[in-house]
T-cell receptor, first 114, second 110 residues
Framework: DGGITQSPKYLFRKEGQNVTLSCEQN?????MYWYRQDPGQGLRLIYY???????QKGDIAEGYSVSREKKESFPLTVTSAQKNPTAFYLC?????????????FGQGTRLTVV | GEDVEQSLFLSVREGDSSVINCTYT??????LYWYKQEPGAGLQLLTY?????DMKQDQRLTVLLNKKDKHLSLRIADTQTGDSAIYFC??????????FGAGTTVTVRA
């Protein structure tokens, strides 16, 4: 079955550590996105990528980094520079980079700082 | 910039209709979407409406769009316990991005 897979489902990070969240899709989608979800707030865009080897900052990119070395993979690194990283992170993909395309979401990764 | 607002909570009795409202500010929005999120899961597209439409019906779901007032609503007929979830309104504006509301938590009571 085609879909988008995020791992791990739960992740715990110590203060000062970098952690990487995985996102893989087998939908052959060109565009991929990372969103952050906090209680009572909408999804906020962290980074997006339209094509392999290219990515752009979203609205809240500070303290995060990404790579897009393969079409199917778009990992997100939460660095120690991110002051409030505890949140639910959602990865999404779309077939193309057009606004009328359905976005497919992964099941999310819940990151907690301990 | 884009701004999407929706009420945070809705409680409805099983079998009644649910109506979730949303307002948006970007007049260049081409498509407007409703997504559903069940606990601990990602978002799933429920339905969408093109900006030149007033209404779209899909089984138990009815979407109404008032483009003049930038108001979007989702009506769920005969609400069931499986409809308990968070519902997000989103708009696809003048660029690539989807802008999401904060989500409305719908609780269905017996």
């Amino acid at each position: 079955d085609g879909g988008i897979t995020q791992s791990p489902k739960y992740l715990f990070r110590k203060e000062g550590q970098n952690v990487t969240l995985s996102c893989e899709q087998n939908l052959n989608h060109d565009a991929m996105y990372w969103y952050r979800q906090d209680p009572g707030q909408g999804l906020r865009l962290i980074y997006y990528s339209q094509i392999v080897n290219d990515f752009q900052k979203g609205d809240i990119a500070e303290g995060y980094s990404v790579s897009r070395e393969k079409k199917e993979s778009f990992p997100l690194t939460v660095t120690s520079a991110q002051k409030n990283p505890t949140a639910f992170y959602l990865c999404a993909s779309t077939e193309g980079f057009v606004k009328n395309t359905e976005a497919f979401f992964g099941q999310g990764t819940r990151l907690t700082v301990v | 910039g884009e701004d999407v607002e929706q009420s945070l909570f809705l409680s409805v009795r099983e079998g009644d209709s649910s109506v979730i409202n949303c307002t948006y500010t970007d007049s260049s929005s081409t498509y407007l979407y409703w997504y559903k999120q069940e606990p601990g899961a990602g978002l799933q597209l429920l339905t969408y409406i093109f900006s030149n439409m007033d209404m779209k019906q899909d089984q138990r779901l009815t979407v109404l769009l008032n483009k003049k007032d930038k108001h979007l609503s989702l009506r769920i007929a005969d609400t069931q316990t499986g409809d308990s979830a968070i519902y997000f309104c989103a708009e696809g504006g003048g660029d690539y991005k989807l802008s999401f509301g904060a989500g409305t938590t719908v609780t269905v009571r017996a």
